[in-house]
């Protein structure tokens, strides 16, 4: 008996939060439009992709790995029959392939309408990159910010355009310090990691001002991806609390696709967003002092020359 009352307040909690998360309602059609969709190999990567390749957009899907990027690549065009949708490689551990990357979209790309920063990881065992950087600070906001920086010439010149940046509710309990050490434990490294998401998008917006490209920052909320999975005897337990008081990948997915393609958000930049709303930001955050730090710092580590800084 117990275990239907289980079952039934379950569901009853899997119904409210279906009926409670938010929605992108807007249903733009994209074709012709550029997108980057950073980590879209899974999770909620891979169903903003599906849904801006639904929408007719020539979809730029990466990954580390080429076997998932391409395998991502195939599924969505044989669910979207979209054939724009192709994959580079990107490995946001090392810069070399930041670099890479960019050399080889803008050689077969003439445009970039919209940059989805979306992969990122919370890593248990911390370490560092080839480039000396703590493993989850770099994949999380070094690289990603690199990538931006390289990639603005290109959406000026394709203004208007849009970054959207994934962030967490986590940036919350972030910090910024420039010590980057593998002192702090793994959640405190990623919530910062979250923090600079946040801070990076609000300071680029400040220095887009005026240049037709917007940048916003989100949550996605809990969502069930692989982020949370791993291979315990606890798996199908957990499995069916993830699925219950989580959010699907594809509602996971609406805020940042509800950031590209909604003309509710076409003159909009700096902000933060939840559930396709507004929301509001750590104090930390707000701190334009410290975003400054932190992009001189990351001009610093990415090792910027003189003519890419912004
Ligand atoms: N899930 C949540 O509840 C949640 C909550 C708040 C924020 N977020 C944020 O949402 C974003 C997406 O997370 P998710 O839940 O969709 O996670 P996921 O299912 O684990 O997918 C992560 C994606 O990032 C890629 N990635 C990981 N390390 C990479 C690297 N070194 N270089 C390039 N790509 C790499 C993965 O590609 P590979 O195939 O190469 O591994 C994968 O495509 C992350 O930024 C995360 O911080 C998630």
Redesign the pocket.
Known sequence: MWLLWVLITLTIIKLYNKLTTGKCYCDNIVTGKVVIV?????????ETALDLARRGAKVIV????DI??KQAVETIISCTKNKFVRYIQ????SLKSVRKFVKEFKSTEAKLDVLIN?????FTKRDKTEDGLMRDMQ??HF?PFLLTILLIPILKKSSPSRIVI?????HKLGDVSEKWCDTEGYFQA?ANS?LCNVLFSNELARRLEGSGVVVNSL??????????RSSTILEKMRSLVLYTF?KS?EE?AQTSIFLAVSDECDDVSGRYYEDCKESSVSLKAKDKDLAVKLWSMSEKLVKLSPEEVI
């Open positions: 950073t980590g879209a190999s899974r999770g909620l990567g891979y990466t990954c580390r790995d998932r990027g990107l490995d946001l551990s979306n992969a990122g990881a919370i994949v999380n690289a994934v962030s967490s509710a986590l990623y979250k949550n996605p909320g809990q969502v069930n991806t692989s982020f949370y989580f990948p996971g």
